[in-house]
Every structure is written in C-alpha cells, then in structure tokens.
C-alpha cells in the first residue's frame, strides 16, 4: 500500500509564499495523474492542480498563475508552489490521485493564510 505524506504548510500573510511537498512510499508519480487538493473548513474537497504521468500540468481557475505544480521522479514527490496567496487560499492541503483507484488520504497540511 503507497502512502503519501504532505508537508510545507503553516502560516503565511496574504500574497506571501508557500511550498508545499507530497512523498509517496513508491514509485507512482511515473504512471500516476497525480493532483493537488485543498478542503477548506465546512467544505468539500476540490482538486486544484494536476500533473499527467507525461508532465503536463492544468489548474482551477482560482489558482491559475499563481500556484505551479511539479514533480521530482526520482525523490517519489511532487510540489505545489503556491504564490500570491490569499485567505480564501487557506485550507488543508492533500495529494492524490486523479483518477481511481486513489491512494489512502495523507493527514494533509495546513496552510493558513492571515494578517
């Protein structure tokens, strides 16, 4: 069973800056649509950015130019840069996935975006 673990959050002033990380126990991100999820307080999960097996990236809207995802093969991770932040931005943060079968939920990283 892969694992995936999430890390990089924490507290951050609006239109500051976060790097967030995702690790899996093994080698997915090869074959694997991998995506970057937030769930916000009373919310429903959302995917908020994905990279293919193959390398290309697509984002919501809400996102679009300011978060970038990528992925490190050979470390089994893959990042979110997240810039120009908003409040509306804060949530936990989880990777997966896109497509079934899915991966057990990592306990996710909080970002939290205040003044």
């Known amino acids: 069973q892969v694992l995936l673990v999430e890390s990089g959050g924490g507290l951050v002033q609006p239109g500051g800056s976060l790097r967030l990380s995702c690790t899996a126990s093994?080698?997915?991100?090869?074959?694997?649509?991998m995506g970057w999820y937030h769930q916000a307080p009373g919310k429903q999960r959302e995917l908020v950015a994905t990279?293919?097996?193959?390398?290309?990236?697509n984002y919501a809207d809400s996102v679009k130019g300011r978060f970038t995802i990528s992925k490190d093969i050979a470390k089994n991770t893959v990042y979110l840069q997240m810039n120009s932040l908003k409040p509306e931005d804060t949530a936990v943060y989880y990777c997966?996935?896109?497509?079934?079968?899915?991966?057990?939920w990592g306990q996710g990283t909080q970002v939290t975006v205040s003044s």
């Open positions: 997966n996935a896109v497509r079934y079968p899915q991966y057990n």
């Open positions: 990279v293919t097996a193959g390398g290309r990236t």
């Open positions: 093994g080698s997915i991100f090869p074959t694997r649509d």
